[in-house]
């Protein structure tokens, strides 16, 4: 059930973009993105719902393709402050209202 | 800074001994869920609760158990610990009992030795 996220981790230069994947074998209701910093709480970065929708939150968005049952999340033009581990948080329909996280994908960006 | 604080930050306890952590949600907020975080793993979720009521649990069993305050703060209790429970505990509030933005703290680090 737990969501499979790719890749496992990325180093990139400041400027560069990343794609990172999460996709479920399991119908969606809603992905959740969130960014985890070293030693830090997870901070929110977008939610998206089933209908394909498509996010954007400064230079990081997001899309959900609902029959595929998958997640992307975009980050372009990449910042030093954008290093961290990104989880995607799947909620199936009628569970309760539960998050199955994925293992994380941990994003190096260097100067 | 979400407003959720959780204490304490470290522990260390045997196998064996029972472990209480507390989280404070933040301000109005009456939704809170409960995740372990393993090393280098993503979060699973432990249960969540929605003005006082257990309202959803994970794979977990019994020996964790836990309670959400008239004031929504809440407390995360562990049984008969075991060194698998060796874990980053994290707390998270929200507004509404649906999954929204989810608050978090930064955790709780528990060694079962």
């Known amino acids: 059930q737990q969501p499979v996220q790719s890749p496992q981790a990325v180093i990139l230069r400041e400027g560069e973009d990343a794609v990172i994947n999460c996709s479920s074998s399991k119908a969606l209701y809603s992905v959740h993105w969130y960014r985890q910093k070293h030693g830090e709480a997870p901070v929110f970065l977008m939610i998206l719902l089933k209908g394909g929708e498509q996010k954007g939150h400064e230079k990081i968005s997001a899309s959900f393709n609902e029959k595929k049952q998958q997640s992307s999340l975009y980050l372009t033009a990449s910042q030093l402050s954008y290093s961290g581990t990104y989880f995607c948080?799947?909620?199936?329909?009628?569970?309760?209202?539960?998050?199955?996280w994925g293992a994380g994908t941990k994003l190096i960006i260097k100067p | 800074e979400t407003g959720v604080t959780q204490s304490p930050t470290h522990l260390i306890k045997t196998r064996g001994q029972q472990v209480t952590l507390r989280c404070s949600s933040q301000s109005g907020h009456n939704t809170v869920s409960w995740y372990q975080q393993a090393l280098g793993q993503g979060p699973q979720f432990i249960f969540q609760?929605?003005?006082?009521?257990?309202?959803g649990r994970g794979n977990f069993p019994p020996r964790f158990s836990g309670l959400q305050f008239p004031n929504y703060s809440s407390e995360l209790n562990v049984n008969a610990l075991e060194l698998d429970d060796s874990a980053l505990y994290l707390c998270a509030s929200s507004l509404a009992q649906n999954t929204g933005e989810l608050f978090f703290g930064e955790g709780s680090r528990l060694t079962v030795l």
């Open positions: 609760y929605y003005r006082e009521e257990e309202n």
């Open positions: 948080g799947t909620e199936m329909p009628n569970s309760n209202y539960q998050l199955i």
